[in-house]
């Protein structure tokens, strides 16, 4: 793959960002506790799931689940 070849791929990645598709958010159900309404969110962690108002969802399920 040649220098040109990676230019298009990263325009190509930039304006797929740039796009309403990423700015919505997408609702997502806990795999946990099967909460809904949830969606990702990203932190110095990394993706995390967090509610409506903007709190990380702490699982008290994925916690026990954990536990084991
Ligand atoms: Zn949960």
Redesign the pocket.
């Known amino acids: 793959m040649g220098d040109g070849a990676d230019d298009a791929y990263d325009r190509a990645l930039s304006e797929l960002e740039g796009s309403d598709y990423c700015e919505e958010l997408v609702e997502v159900q ?6 809904k309404g ?1 969606h990702w969110q990203e932190t110095e962690h990394g993706w995390r ?1 967090a509610t409506p108002n903007g709190k990380l ?6 916690l026990t689940a954990k536990e084991k």
């Open positions: 806990c795999a946990y506790c099967n909460r949830l799931l969802h702490e699982c008290s399920a994925y």
